[in-house]
């Protein structure tokens, strides 16, 4: 099936940290590179190019949902699928589909032969192209992290792209045609056949009604018979992003395919790319169609091999024909990347367990055809082109970042803290007051409240909002002393706050013991460079600012909502250097991060064109 559901409940995945191609890819490119790009999340600039990727996959996806014999060369866009609350499609429903109420065109204006149905094709992407280059632009646009203009992407290279794309279904139709429509040509000729998963083309996903364009089984196979019958799936234009990936059956791995053809009644899994092929990028194409080849045979029990892989390159409108793994190789696929997985996601992992170990730098041509020579000489060649180049170990690249510890502004001497520094989680002794509970949880987990005292020091002790401990001494009671580790803390209307999670462990302390409530720090300033903004209100959805700050020692997260928000925000780029002056430390998913509260400051101290470039 093209789509597999995850199960977490069942198999305890994580659905934000399972292994995707991409990270695979990645990995293999430089464990280090996946450890800024995955743990601290040190995201590239979003380039304009995106923006045509996305438009002409859509655009393309439009064409093919929609059929000659219910769709003239002119009509407005008349399909749209149903969707679920989360976004998804609702494939489950029979509710919503608009194919049943189309109403078939004059069989006169059906195309007749190949130039005829390639007209109409072109003519449809008329018709959406420039709904679909809007919406990526603003989606585009969306993103604070963009760097660029959308006027630097010319949309007649995506129009052009798109035809290539047309011409390359068209010839899977011809080859139809030509093959009499194969081995389920004549059940879907009397309505009987529909694949588990169909195309999207606005029908339920059960829906054996004999179709209008099916002639007598006498009748040689005409081209709109083709075109139906050779549609491959792919992803619904009108779902969210990343709701109709197919999961492992362990669930530790997602992809998503972007075409499968079936009607030869095998499998071949074709990826769009909108580019020309060159560059080092067109390697890790070919390794994810293997991992697409390898992921569709463990979710078809073993037994459904994939018969060929394809990246259709629509710049120069030619086909990349990937090797096909062995089943050696695909089982070989499957323990080294649960291996992988149990290595980088079932905890998290340190940067000394993602070592600087770039892979060569590949080079193709047009076509994503290896070079002559394929890989550069130099072995730092990858680190001289990397992104991060700038704070990575094992680049040659010197750039200076903060490292100040002190910092005099507003008539104050403000101390500065390296982000490598930043503690987000304590150890703190005292006795236990008003304590509700503990009551154990279904899961595991333990709900229990109180407070904390220390000498002339209170804290409010409770269950973080993500989920409480596991590791709780049985003999807590009211006047006991107790040690709590691995804690979050914070201050909330001037009381400080103990916050326990997954990490936190209670136990009985020892008489001698101490770990003064008193010392744990719960605010901070920091310097450092801004590597990428994440989040800026929209009003539409998002209210925060959220940004990643990097320093001479490290990273961190910085998130203001709502009218914390500070209104230097909106003049702040990509590279500038600014100082968080008393920020609230926190964590967020096993990162430290900083937030903006009540008496919190922004100063910009240097604009990104005052500084050397990341």
Same mark, same amino acid.
């Given at each position: 099936m ?11 995945v994580?659905?934000?940290?399972r292994l ?5 890819i ?11 790009s995955?743990?601290?999340k ?9 923006l045509?990727?996305n ?18 060369s002119s009509d407005i866009?008349?399909?749209? &699928? $149903?969707l679920?609350?989360?976004g #998804?499609v609702?494939? %489950?429903? =029979? /509710?919503g589909?608009v194919?049943?109420k189309?109403?078939v ?8 032969n190949?130039e005829q149905?390639?007209n ?7 018709i ?6 809007n919406?990526?632009?603003?989606d585009?646009?969306? &993103? $604070?992290?963009?760097?660029?203009k #959308?006027?630097?992407? %010319?949309? =007649? /290279?995506?129009?052009?792209m798109?035809?290539a794309g047309?011409?390359l ?7 139809c045609?030509?093959?009499?429509g194969g ?6 000729r009397?309505?009987?056949y529909?694949?588990e ?7 339920p ?6 179709h ?10 005409t081209?709109?018979?083709a075109?139906?019958v ?5 992803v619904d234009?009108d779902?969210?992003?990343f709701?109709?990936?197919?999961c492992?059956?362990?669930d530790w ?6 075409l499968?053809?079936?009607?030869t009644?095998?499998?071949?899994i ?5 580019s020309?092929?060159k ?15 390898w992921?569709w045979?463990e ?5 459904d091999e994939?018969?060929?892989?394809e ?5 120069p409108?030619t086909?990349k024909?990937?090797p ?9 696929y499957?323990?080294?990347l ?7 996601h079932?905890?998290?992992p ?5 070592p ?7 080079y193709?041509?047009v ?6 020579p ?12 990397c992104?991060?180049?700038g ?7 010197e ?5 100040e510890?002190r910092?005099?502004?507003f008539?104050?001497a403000w ?5 490598d ?10 006795e236990?007051?008003?304590l509700?509970g503990?009551n ?8 229990l409240s109180?407070?904390?005292i220390d ?8 269950v973080?909002r993500?989920?409480g401990?596991k590791n709780?001494?049985?003999s807590?009671q ?12 914070s201050?909330?209307?001037s ?5 326990l999670?997954?990490?936190?462990i209670i ?5 001698e013991?101490r ?17 990428s903004?994440?989040a ?8 925060r ?5 990097v320093?001479?020692?490290?990273s ?18 990509r ?11 926190g ?5 430290k ?9 922004v ?12």
């Amino acid at each position: 099936m093209p789509v597999r559901r995850a199960d977490p409940d069942s198999t305890g995945v994580d659905p934000y940290r399972r292994l995707s191609a991409s990270q695979v890819i990645t990995w293999n490119t430089c464990p280090r590179l996946w450890y800024y790009s995955y743990i601290p999340k040190l995201k590239s600039p979003l380039p304009p190019q995106i923006l045509r990727g996305n438009a002409v996959e859509e655009c393309i996806s439009r064409i093919l949902r929609e059929s000659p014999v219910y769709i003239s060369s002119s009509d407005i866009d008349k399909i749209a &699928s $149903p969707l679920n609350s989360d976004g #998804s499609v609702a494939y %489950d429903s =029979d /509710e919503g589909w608009v194919g049943p109420k189309l109403e078939v065109i004059p069989k006169e204006n059906w195309p007749l032969n190949r130039e005829q149905l390639f007209n109409w094709a072109v003519s449809r992407m008329e018709i959406h192209f420039d709904n679909c280059w809007n919406s990526a632009i603003i989606d585009w646009k969306s &993103s $604070p992290n963009r760097i660029g203009k #959308s006027e630097d992407i %010319d949309p =007649d /290279e995506g129009r052009q792209m798109i035809i290539a794309g047309i011409n390359l279904h068209l010839d899977q139709v011809e080859l139809c045609l030509g093959s009499d429509g194969g081995p389920n040509f004549e059940s879907w000729r009397r309505g009987e056949y529909r694949p588990e998963w169909p195309a999207p083309d606005g029908f339920p996903k059960k829906w054996n009604s004999l179709h209008p364009a099916a002639e007598n089984h006498l009748s040689p196979m005409t081209w709109v018979e083709a075109w139906e019958v050779s549609r491959p799936w792919f992803v619904d234009p009108d779902g969210s992003s990343f709701t109709e990936t197919t999961c492992h059956p362990n669930d530790w791995f997602q992809g998503e395919y972007d075409l499968v053809y079936r009607w030869t009644g095998k499998i071949r899994i074709v990826d769009l790319k909108a580019s020309v092929g060159k560059g080092d990028r067109s390697g890790g194409y070919i390794e994810q169609l293997r991992l697409y080849s390898w992921i569709w045979w463990e979710t078809h029990a073993r037994k459904d091999e994939v018969e060929g892989l394809e990246i259709w390159y629509l710049g120069p409108g030619t086909i990349k024909k990937v090797p096909m793994p062995s089943e050696l190789e695909m089982s070989k696929y499957n323990d080294e990347l649960e291996e992988l997985y149990l290595k980088i996601h079932s905890k998290v992992p340190d940067i000394s367990d993602c070592p600087p170990n770039p892979s060569p730098l590949r080079y193709f041509d047009v076509g994503g055809i290896p070079s002559d020579p394929p890989v550069d000489p130099n072995p730092k060649a990858r680190c001289e082109k990397c992104d991060l180049r700038g704070i990575c170990e094992n680049s040659d690249y010197e750039l200076v970042l903060p490292s100040e510890n002190r910092l005099e502004k507003f008539s104050h001497a403000w101390p500065i803290t390296s982000m490598d520094d930043i503690k987000t989680r304590h150890t703190v002794i005292g006795e236990v007051r008003e304590l509700d509970g503990p009551n154990l949880n279904p899961d595991g987990t333990v709900d229990l409240s109180f407070k904390l005292i220390d000498g002339y020091e209170r804290a409010k002790v409770k269950v973080h909002r993500f989920g409480g401990p596991k590791n709780v001494s049985r003999s807590i009671q009211n006047q006991s002393t107790i040690r709590i580790e691995n804690a979050l803390t914070s201050i909330w209307r001037s009381e400080l706050v103990i916050d326990l999670d997954s990490k936190s462990i209670i136990s009985i302390a020892d008489s001698e013991e101490r770990a003064p409530m008193i010392d744990i720090e719960t605010r901070v300033n920091v310097i450092g460079r801004i590597w990428s903004i994440n989040a800026f209100p929209n009003g539409k959805g998002v209210a925060r600012w959220s940004i990643t700050l990097v320093d001479s020692s490290g990273s961190v997260g910085i998130v203001a909502f709502k009218q914390f928000i500070p209104v230097i925000a909106a003049g702040l780029s990509r590279g500038d250097e600014i100082a968080i002056l008393n920020g609230e430390i926190g964590e967020f998913a096993g990162q430290k991060q900083v937030r903006l509260g009540p008496g919190a400051r922004v100063v910009l101290l240097k604009s990104s064109e005052d500084l050397d470039p990341f």
